[in-house]
């Protein structure tokens, strides 16, 4: 069979069987892949050598990245680390600009703790501000929204740029850096798009709802905030430094030890490493209480590294099929440009799927064998142009947008009136910040 034709297949019937059927993004792509490596092959048997090598491939990077993420978000929520910050956020702003200090507070959070919990774990504290400001909800809820939903996409190690970055061959570092270049001015511009024409009263009436902390520190003291910062920043301080170190210390020892710091393996560790003296410990946490948490984090993270791992296997075999090559040389020949191509594929996965992390790892999969990074900035603004796809519009097909419906009361018109317009908003905002950046730096 023609190669075009089965990729042709195969990724209909992914979205086939996703869409129509609703068979869990796993199971579909995997019989995506079977589909492309027994149609597409030479040798129909080395299908599953194909998928073995790219997804042990894949989730030997991801998967140690995402589980000590997962360990370092753990510990932040369960000692008050992540209500903490958005608290002294808070004080320091003043509650006339808390709307600011909760953007800040989204930034920082969703940094090293996944979107669903950290909506979550501060919603009480976003009513009780509603509730004491006498100000609608959505004016509180946004701005924190606005930040947890562009760091989930655009900084590491979140699992979705971590993956697109390793199915890329992106330094992780390199990703950090330029993401939050781009995610702090879009969620400010996105912030003063939100206040000005997406904040209204909703049908809800609003009760009185009282702050009260989501973790079992309630009756233990809290972090110190220089503590909570400090295991939050120094990975991400760590990797970026090392995806500049030869340019900043050139190439001997030094460099190298840096670099070194810097892989993410080792600055995520050694942030774990010290959680335990400067949050739980203090806190009155013990090791076993630790661990156990710890362990629980876990669970969420299966499904997330199970699709992750496949969406490397589904690029491994446009990789071995030779098909990524022809569509390079066809896009090359119609005139796409790469960072247009990635922002529209994943737009598109996202808008048929709902979910932004297989919108991200699937459009990432698709894209990677047509892709020749040549310097680690044109990588990152790949990587940040299907993050900017992927965040496209969130509606019906998404569990964000029942999330974000569900604990703010509103109907799914209100819904659509401010999250799925706030979410438009972010992706226009950040893929326009990143096309200027194409062309200034690339």
């Not at 233990?220 to 991400?236: E, M, Q, R, T």
């Not at 999250?419 to 950046?437: A, D, E, N, R, Y």
């Amino acid at each position: 069979m023609n190669i075009e034709l089965a990729v042709i297949l195969s990724f209909t019937t992914l979205l086939v069987l996703m869409l129509r059927y609703k068979v869990h993004a796993f199971l579909s792509i995997l019989i995506a892949c079977l589909i492309l490596g027994i149609l597409g092959l030479e040798d129909p048997m080395s299908t599953f050598d194909s998928i073995q090598k790219g997804l042990g491939g894949t989730l030997g990077f991801v998967g140690v990245i995402v589980g000590l993420g997962s360990f370092l978000g753990a510990v932040l929520q369960h000692t008050g680390g992540i209500e903490l910050i958005a608290n002294r956020l808070i004080q320091t702003f003043g509650i006339n600009r808390s709307p600011i200090a909760l953007l800040i507070a989204g930034l920082i959070i969703s940094i090293p703790v996944f979107f669903d919990v950290a909506f979550i774990l501060l919603i009480p504290l976003i009513k009780h501000l509603s509730n004491q400001n006498r100000g609608m909800l959505l004016r509180f809820a946004l701005p924190f929204l606005i930040g947890i939903s562009i760091a989930h996409a655009f900084i590491p190690p979140t699992p979705g740029p971590v993956a697109v970055a390793d199915l890329l061959q992106v330094s992780v570092g390199a990703v950090i850096f330029w993401g939050i270049l781009v995610a702090v001015p879009t969620a400010l511009i996105t912030f003063s798009i939100a206040s000005r024409f997406l904040v209204f009263q909703s049908t809800f009436e609003l009760g009185q709802v009282s702050f009260e902390p989501n973790h079992e520190a309630g009756q233990k003291p809290s972090p110190n905030a220089w503590a909570v910062f400090v295991v939050i920043f120094l990975p991400l301080f760590l990797m970026i430094l090392g995806a500049f170190s030869e340019g900043l210390f050139g190439s001997g020892t030094i460099a190298r030890i840096v670099e070194g710091l810097g892989h993410p393996f080792i600055a995520l560790a050694l942030a774990n490493i010290l959680a335990y003296p400067l949050l739980a410990k203090p806190g009155g946490f013990s090791k076993t209480e630790v661990n156990e948490f710890s362990s629980a984090s876990l669970k969420p993270v299966g499904i997330i590294l199970l699709v992750t791992g496949i969406g490397g296997a589904f690029k491994q075999l446009l990789i071995d099929t030779g098909i990524g090559s022809s569509l390079a040389e066809k896009v090359s020949s119609y005139g796409f440009s790469v960072i247009v191509l990635a922002f529209v594929l994943a737009a598109i996965v996202r808008l048929l799927q709902g979910s932004t992390t297989v919108a991200m790892i699937t459009s990432a999969g698709l894209i990677a064998p047509m892709v020749s990074v040549n310097s680690p900035v044109e990588g990152a603004m790949i990587v940040l142009a299907v993050a900017s796809g992927s965040l496209i519009f969130s509606h019906f097909n998404d569990s964000g947008f029942w999330l974000v419906s569900r604990y703010l009361n509103l109907t799914e018109k209100e819904t659509v009136r401010s999250w799925s317009l706030m979410t438009l908003t972010l992706s226009v905002v950040s893929f326009g910040l990143i096309l200027i950046l194409w062309q200034l730096f690339v």
